[in-house]
């Protein structure tokens, strides 16, 4: 079964850091574009940072320059660096990837869209 699997979600204070991981487990070849989202209470889920299988990154303006989106693909895993933390920043972070799961798939450009569970951030003191 091909899974995104998130960690790193917790409480912290204003001001502080969190790092939060995607990994993505099964059967796949590599990880195409990944991306964090997020979604507050009350609020639509919205985009929080992108990277492209190239390495490109993409921010939402409310955190250009406190958050770093990267990827190790070797461990076929997306990262979200996240520090200066505002409470307003306290949601449910979800994380998004392409999956190809062939070699076969990547020359294709084929690729499986899937969505980890969600990983709870709270920024309060």
């Known amino acids: 079964q091909v899974q995104l699997v998130e960690s790193g979600g917790g409480l912290v204070e204003p001001g502080g850091s969190l790092r939060l991981s995607c990994a993505a487990s099964g059967r796949i070849f590599s990880v195409n574009d990944g991306g964090w989202y997020r979604q507050a209470p009350g609020k ?59 070699y076969a798939d990547v020359v294709n450009s084929r690729f499986v869209d899937r969505w980890g569970q969600g990983t709870l951030v709270t920024v309060s003191s």
């Open 44 to 102: 639509q889920r919205e985009l929080v940072a992108t990277i492209t299988s190239t390495g490109r990154t993409n921010y939402a303006d409310s955190v250009k320059g406190r958050f770093t989106i990267s990827r190790d693909n070797a461990k076929n895993t997306v990262y979200l660096e996240m520090s200066s933390l505002k409470p307003e920043d306290t949601a449910v972070y979800y994380c998004n990837a392409h999956l190809s799961l062939t």
